[in-house]
């Protein structure tokens, strides 16, 4: 059982690239997000999904996209990566047979846009 | 919006002294508290939460104070030790089905020997 994984550990863009940040769970988690974590700002949630083909935005997913077609898979894609995007982003998975729906998180990506 | 504002930004803790972390929420719709731990270069791991019907929870050395009426909640790790160096989140959200989770902005705690 890994529980969430995520791939790249580490990666650098140059402004205008896009690229697709993954992330598996083996948990058959109904619930999945990405959030990305910013010096003195705590985690902010980008985008969430409750199922399979659901998506939804959340507090910052301006220059970001998501898909979930498998319980097991929520990618998130950056369409042009700009500089502001430096951060390190996580990617989190709960499930509803859990109380209060833990949230399980990844060992995260570390992105730098230059 | 800044939901849950959390303090001190870094503490520094003698090893064997009390750390303590303290966060305020608005929103009284959430129900749901919970404190994380995140340790340089991981993701964050559930440390302990609270639910707002119980004004204290304790499991081993951390606990979770809980008032209500003033909107606050602390976490204190007592018998504090360099293990416990890492950075703390306080989170809060509501119940039933997918619930955003409003997270603070982070503690980072130095237990120095």
């Known amino acids: 059982n890994a529980g969430v994984t995520q791939t790249p550990k580490f990666q650098v863009l140059k402004t205008g690239q896009s690229m697709t940040l993954q992330c598996a769970q083996d948990?058959?988690?109904?619930?999945m997000s990405w959030y990305r974590q910013d010096p003195g700002m705590g985690l902010r949630l980008i985008h969430y999904?409750?199922?399979?083909?659901?998506?939804d935005q959340g507090e910052v997913p301006n220059g970001y996209n998501v898909s979930r077609s498998t319980t097991e898979d929520f990618p998130l894609r950056l369409l042009s990566a700009a500089p502001s995007q430096t951060s390190v982003y996580f990617c989190?998975?709960?499930?509803?047979?859990?109380?209060?729906?833990?949230?399980?998180f990844g060992p995260g990506t570390r992105l730098t846009v230059l | 919006q800044q939901q849950v504002k959390q303090s001190p930004q870094s503490l520094i803790v003698q090893k064997g002294g009390i750390s303590i972390i303290n966060c305020a929420y608005e929103n009284t719709a959430f129900d749901y508290f919970p404190w994380y731990q995140q340790f340089p270069g991981k993701g964050p791991a559930l440390l302990i939460a609270?639910?707002?019907?119980?004004s204290e929870k304790k499991e081993g050395r951390f606990t979770i104070s809980f008032n209500k009426s003033a909107k606050q909640f602390s976490l204190h790790i007592m018998d504090s030790q360099p293990g416990d160096s890492a950075t703390y989140f306080c989170?809060?959200?509501?119940?039933?089905?997918?619930?955003?989770?409003?997270f603070g902005t982070g503690t980072k705690l130095q237990v120095i020997p």
């Open positions: 948990m058959n988690h109904e619930y």
């Open positions: 609270i639910r707002p019907d119980v």
């Open positions: 999904s409750v199922g399979a083909g659901i998506t």
């Open positions: 989190a998975s709960s499930g509803q047979a859990r109380s209060y729906n833990e949230q399980f």
């Open positions: 989170a809060a959200k509501g119940s039933g089905g997918y619930q955003k989770v409003t």
